[in-house]
Every structure is written in structure tokens, then in C-alpha cells.
């Protein structure tokens, strides 16, 4: 019996580690517009180009049903002081004062596995700073990820793995601002790993294979 049980823990794990992942674009996202110079910024740091409702030339307008710069694969290798500009087309959406909730739309329902947040680091640099933390909300369920802040001054990318069952058809982000100024330029979504068709049919096939000999053994 052992043997057949080995068989059947090799295929399941076969099934595994062909498991595919798969990246995930929302349709909308709803959020307040970033703020700029009416806040004390030097620059706007306005999602300027959103497509969907409300004024992305207006601090902290509310922008619902439309995507923009949190979703336009453009990310941020650079600070803000040199990626920004007073028109407020530069990668980052950056807020001041405000711990900004972001509620991100899909067209269908999402097992979510985790999401990449592409945000500036700047030491302080015109009190910039990474967030200091994350709240993700997924049917009701909320996941809470502090966020270090490295030594160095460079933007990078907080992953937040989501624990298993974060399923829904949106997804809410808060970010816990950690100075009075935070700047975001991209946010992308990740899907939990599902074996491919193939794969489940063969993981199938040799189940109903092994079952039929484990019932033969114990007749014999």
C-alpha cells in the first residue's frame, strides 16, 4: 500500500509545482485624487490621467470607475523631486496628510495570492517616506503588513502575500502614511497558482489509475 500512496503524493505535487500564477488587471480603481501645490506640495502629484469620473487636476477629488497611474505599468525608478512635475503627469500619485483608501474593481471574482505596491523612498526628502504600513480588505477579511524603512533612499516594492481564502471581486488597500507626504506609482495584483488543464486531467487520470490498482491489492 505504501507504494501507492507514494504515487499518489508524487502526482499531487507534479500538479503543484506546474501550477501557474497569473497577474490580474482591475477594470476600475476608486480613490481621492493626490494632492499638489494647493497642499503645500512643490509640485501635483494628481493622477492626471485617470479615465474614469471626477477631476484629476483637483487635490483630493474623489476619481471613481476609472483606472490611471496606479495601473499604467509605469513604475518609478527615480525620487519623486526627479519623476515629478508641476503639471502632474509624472508617474507618482502622492498624498499629504491622508491615509488614502484605494478600492480596486474586478471583472470577476479574484483568489488573490498577493499585490506589489511600487512606492518612493526619499529619507525624508520633503518629509517623503515609504508608508508605514498596509490594511488590504478582501470580503471582509483584513490583512495588516508593516513596512520597514531601509537605510537607503531609492524607491522599491512592498509584496504583500495574502493568506489563503482572500477571495472577492474587489479589493480595498489603505496605506498608513509614516511622514506627512507619501508617493505611490504602481500597484499590480497576482492571482493564486492554479494547475493548468493538462495537468489536472493527467493528476486525474493516474488518481483513477492508482485507485483502481489499490482496490484490486486489497481483494487480492
Known sequence: MKPIHNAFATLTLLAAASAQAATVLPTSYDMPNGHGLASGGIYNYWDRNYTGSGNGQIDGDMLSGGLGDLTDGVI????????????????????VFLDP????????????????????????????????AFVVTVGGQSQTFAIADPATDAPFASTLVLAPGMAGNSLQLQILRRDPWLMVSEVSFQTAAVPEPATWALWALGAAVLLQARRRGVAA
Open 101 to 132: 483608501v484605494i478600492t480596486f474593481n474586478f471583472a470577476d471574482v479574484v483568489q488573490f495570492a498577493q499585490l506589489t505596491v511600487w512606492h518612493d523612498d526619499a529619507n525624508g526628502n520633503g518629509n517623503v517616506k515609504p508608508p508605514q
Open 76 to 95: 518609478a525608478t527615480q525620487s519623486w523631486e526627479a519623476e515629478e512635475n508641476i503639471e502632474g503627469t509624472g508617474p507618482y500619485v502622492g498624498w
